[in-house]
């Protein structure tokens, strides 16, 4: 579904990404794993079109997209769930659910946002940027819901959140990977996306330091080098 080709990146004269290579294939579920700074997020963003690359292609479905944006990469089949939230804060959260849905089929994607997150449809009036960290954050993953997107692409889901929370946003996900989506997953807590994971990456300081399965790399030396501690 995504592969990233010997990726380079960065922000001005920063260097970020080197050389990265890295497949989501369909229907799989892939853990990007790796200490703070060490490029997942310059990575999703490459990705999604938001960070131009200085060296290497994205291929999607087969195909390279070369310098299409963000936009154009959406309609490809690509949804990214940003770290802190990415939701539309001024809205109410059944506006922000026909912004998803692109003014389409809006009573279909209410529909699957209170199944999946029922306080969801308690909350339909209220402006999103009122609600708390948790329900924000289950608005932001109804995106994925909503769109059908084939690739997920998934940016530290479940910072700042209570475990009950965490634990309804990881049946979603769970519940998209079931129905064969693909999903790209970073994650803060290892346990957490070793758990619903196919293949696991590490990154360490922009360079790809473990490609494997989840069995493969349950080694604590292996954290403790190149993601810390295991949560």
Do not use: W
């Amino acid at each position: 579904m995504l592969r990233l080709e010997s990726i380079d990146a960065g922000y001005g004269r920063t260097r970020v990404l080197h050389s990265v290579d890295l497949a989501v294939p369909d229907g799989s579920t892939v853990a990007l794993l790796g200490a703070n700074g060490a490029g997942k997020t310059t990575l999703l963003r490459v990705a999604a079109g938001l960070l131009p690359p200085t060296a290497g292609r994205v291929v999607v479905a087969g195909r390279p997209v070369g310098r299409r944006p963000a936009y154009a990469r959406s309609r490809q089949g690509l949804c990214l769930i940003p770290e802190g939230r990415g939701i539309f804060r001024q809205l109410t959260v059944r506006e922000n659910l026909a912004m998803y849905a692109g003014g389409r089929r809006v009573d279909t994607a209410l529909q699957r946002a209170v199944e999946a997150f029922p306080i969801l449809g308690e909350r339909m009036s209220q402006v999103a940027g009122t609600l708390s960290g948790g329900q924000q954050q289950m608005l932001a993953v109804c995106r994925a819901l909503v769109v059908e997107a084939p690739l997920i692409m998934a940016d530290e889901l479940s910072v700042g959140l209570a475990p009950v929370i965490v634990d309804e946003i990881y049946t979603a996900i769970d519940a998209l990977r079931r129905a064969g989506r693909s999903v790209l997953l970073v994650e803060q807590y290892v346990d957490r996306a070793l758990a619903v994971a196919d293949y696991v990456y590490i990154l360490h300081k922009g360079r790809v330091a473990f490609v494997g399965e989840p069995d493969q790399c349950r080694d604590e030396h292996l954290f403790d080098r190149y993601v810390g501690s295991v949560a």
